[in-house]
């Protein structure tokens, strides 16, 4: 018996990963997160499976269901949206689960910032812009944030920021990154990629607020900022250049 903690990815089924797919499709009990993960995707699972939304749940509650699915020598499948190494909470799942003693792995999944990107239709690193990109979030009642993990260190940088978590405290976002990367500096917003209502807001970082506003989100966004996300793309990578020799293409002669 294993729990299997599965990156369900942004929200359209066929998104999921094969491996994840496949777990899922084997485990007699299913925890999804159904706040975050779309119910299409529990078309994959048994037909005759356990299926429990977890978003009521406390953290005992989940705990326990995985307790009575090892008592049976029962596989799970925890469903988690995107990628579960980023915000996904799986930490003290797993903190708990190796003090019972009870086996697990995780599969990872496509995370939102990538998801959001391929919508857009942009390339997150880009040669002589921008070659880093932060995942990140702001504080909130539910969480600090670690000393030195401050927004304004990061906007220091100049790197594209994926903010995830933050759409509600949009104001507060601005305020950080605006003395940073200007008010004409892009950016996007992106809500519930891969889902049937998904919707992708483009701007900058002087009229988003509004955009976002006039649109009604309040949550399940990720904000997206950057000099990559606007403008024609010039500088091009040196990976394809005719003069650029490798192992795999060498210079010609030689």
Not at 45 to 59: H, K, S, W
Request: hydrophobic share 45%.
């Amino acid at each position: 018996m294993s729990v299997h903690f599965i990156g369900a990815g942004p929200g359209a089924p066929d998104l999921i990963t094969l491996r994840g797919m496949r777990l899922l499709a084997r485990s007699p009990v299913c925890l999804y997160a159904g706040s975050l993960v779309p119910k299409a995707i529990l078309e994959f699972a048994p037909a005759d499976a356990r299926i429990v939304d977890t978003a009521p749940l406390t953290l005992e509650e989940i705990i326990e269901e995985m307790i009575a699915a090892d008592r049976r020598n029962l596989d799970v499948a925890r469903l988690h949206s995107g990628d579960p190494s980023l915000y996904g909470a799986i930490g003290e799942q797993m903190g708990r689960l190796s003090v019972l003693g009870i086996a697990f792995d995780v599969t990872p999944g496509v995370p939102s910032f990538a998801a959001a990107a391929a919508a857009l239709g942009r390339e997150l690193t880009l040669p002589e812009i921008a070659q880093s990109v932060v995942l990140t979030r702001i504080r909130t009642r539910s969480s600090p944030m670690p000393k030195g993990e401050e927004l304004e260190r990061f906007a220091a940088s100049g790197a594209t920021l994926a903010i995830h978590l933050s759409i509600a405290a949009l104001a507060r976002v601005l305020r950080s990154l605006l003395p940073f990367y200007g008010r004409d500096c892009p950016a996007a917003v992106a809500y519930k990629v891969g889902w049937p209502e998904e919707l992708l807001i483009r701007g900058t970082l002087g009229d988003i607020r509004e955009k976002v506003k006039a649109a009604g989100i309040t949550r399940s966004a990720l904000i997206l900022v950057g000099r990559v996300l606007g403008g024609e793309i010039k500088a091009e990578s040196r990976l394809y250049a005719p003069q650029h020799h490798h192992l795999l293409r060498p210079r010609k002669g030689s």
